[in-house]
Each structure stands twice: as structure tokens, then as C-alpha cells.
């Protein structure tokens, strides 16, 4: 079974600055996809970023980017220039190309932005 | 295009009941998926509806079932309600093309508490 690891319950950063969120997974499989989702405080949860596992670059959205490495099985997020607004629970997803829409959650990282 | 909603935001229901949650996908959208969130477990699935059709199911006892209509619109049913049941329920519905995963969207989610 594909696990989901977030090593880092809780950051903070610095306005302005730049955070790395961990984290890890487990399988076997060589199609599948990951995510990082937000969720803010009383809000609902929202797409950040997505990376294919078949594409070697590493996915950007703006502000946000990951270091997508496939041998280690490692997927972090990079969130450049912080903001307040970015404060927020960041979930790492897994889902399995072949059994689609399973989605499999990490426990999640509170990140805090101070300003 | 609206975004995914959820009917009733809140509920609270004593131990015994049964309760029934709504979720309308974004318009196009012919995939529900629903999860479980509480502090302790985090985020679980519960089952994946597509097409009127249940297609994935996780790991949750037969008290919770689900139902999609031929609109996409979706379901879900608690029934002898534990306190271990209270839990935020989030709703995320896809495009699911069928060739792959599709990003899942989520709904605000229904605040559920059980006493």
C-alpha cells in the first residue's frame, strides 16, 4: 500500500523568506502522480501544485516549485518570498495512476508566515 | 464555473443516528470522491463514485455508504453514528477523463459532530 510521510508537523518562516516542506512516499508503482494541497484556516482545501511521476522537471506555479526526486522517493515543496496569505496546512498527496481518484494524504505540515 | 459545494456545512447528530451529507461537483465533473478529515487519522478516502458507480473504496466499515446520481451529484450516508465519527467530510470531485488522474477539487466540507 502507497504511504505518505510529512516529517515536519509544524514551520514558520519569515515573511519574505523562503521554507521547504518535506516529504516522502512509499510504492511500487512507476505511474502515479503527487500533489500539494493547502488548506488555510476555515477554508477549504486548494490545489497548490501537481507533478507527474513519468516528467523528470520538476513542476513550478509561481511562487511555488518542488524537487520532485523519484529514486528517493522524495517530494518537497519550495515556497519562495513567503507571504501571510500562505499560511496555511500543507498536505503531500499520492494517487496511483492506475487506480484513479484514491488519493492518499500525508498528515500534513502547519506552516506559520510571521511577519 | 462554481466550485464544488457541500450540504449541510454543520451538523451535529447523537450517537445512534444516521445522517446524510450532499456534494455537487463542478459542472462536467463525473467523479466524487469523498474523505474523512479528524486530527487524530488526518485525511482518509472513503470511496470514489463515477458514473453512478462505485469504482474505489477505502478502508471504512459498511456504515458508511455513498450513492451518485445520474447529475454527478453525490451522497453519502452515515447510519448508528459513533462518537468517532465526528469528522469534517470533504467532498472533491474531478473531470476524470478516464486516461489518467485528474486534478480533484475540493469542496468547503461538512462539519460533522457527533455527541
Known amino acids: 500500500a502507497q504511504t505518505v510521510t510529512q516529517s515536519q508537523p509544524e514551520m514558520s518562516v519569515q515573511e519574505a523568506e523562503t521554507v521547504t516542506l518535506s516529504c516522502t512516499y512509499d510504492?511500487?508503482?512507476?505511474?502515479?502522480?503527487l500533489f500539494w494541497y493547502k488548506q488555510p484556516p476555515s477554508r477549504q482545501m486548494i490545489l497548490v501544485i501537481r507533478?507527474?511521476?513519468?516528467?523528470?522537471q520538476n513542476a513550478t506555479e509561481n511562487r511555488f516549485s518542488v524537487n520532485f526526486q523519484k529514486a528517493a522517493k522524495s517530494f518537497s515543496l519550495k515556497i519562495s518570498d513567503s507571504q501571510l496569505g500562505d499560511t496555511a496546512m500543507y498536505f503531500c498527496?499520492?494517487?496511483?495512476?492506475?487506480?484513479?481518484?484514491?488519493?492518499?494524504f500525508g498528515a500534513g505540515t502547519r506552516l506559520t508566515v510571521k511577519p | 464555473k462554481a466550485g464544488v459545494t457541500q450540504t449541510p456545512r454543520y451538523l451535529i447528530k447523537t450517537r445512534g443516528q444516521q445522517v446524510t451529507l450532499s456534494c455537487s461537483p463542478i459542472?462536467?465533473?463525473?467523479?466524487v470522491s469523498w474523505y474523512q478529515q479528524t486530527p487524530g487519522q488526518g485525511l482518509q478516502f472513503l470511496f470514489e463514485?463515477?458514473?453512478?458507480?462505485?469504482?474505489n473504496k477505502g478502508n471504512f466499515p459498511g456504515r458508511f455508504s455513498g450513492r451518485q446520481f445520474s447529475n454527478s451529484r453525490s451522497e453519502m450516508n452515515v447510519s448508528t453514528l459513533e462518537l468517532g465519527d465526528s469528522a469534517l467530510y470533504l467532498c472533491?470531485?474531478?473531470?476524470?477523463?478516464?486516461?489518467?488522474?485528474?486534478?480533484?477539487?475540493f469542496g468547503p466540507g461538512t462539519r460533522l459532530t457527533v455527541l
Open positions: 472533491a470531485s474531478s473531470f476524470s477523463s478516464g486516461r489518467g488522474t485528474d486534478t480533484q477539487y
Open positions: 507533478q507527474e511521476a513519468y516528467k523528470q
Open positions: 498527496a499520492f494517487m496511483s495512476g492506475y487506480n484513479n481518484n484514491d488519493m492518499r
Open positions: 510504492t511500487s508503482e512507476s505511474n502515479y502522480y
Open positions: 463514485y463515477f458514473s453512478e458507480t462505485q469504482r
Open positions: 459542472s462536467g465533473h463525473r467523479s
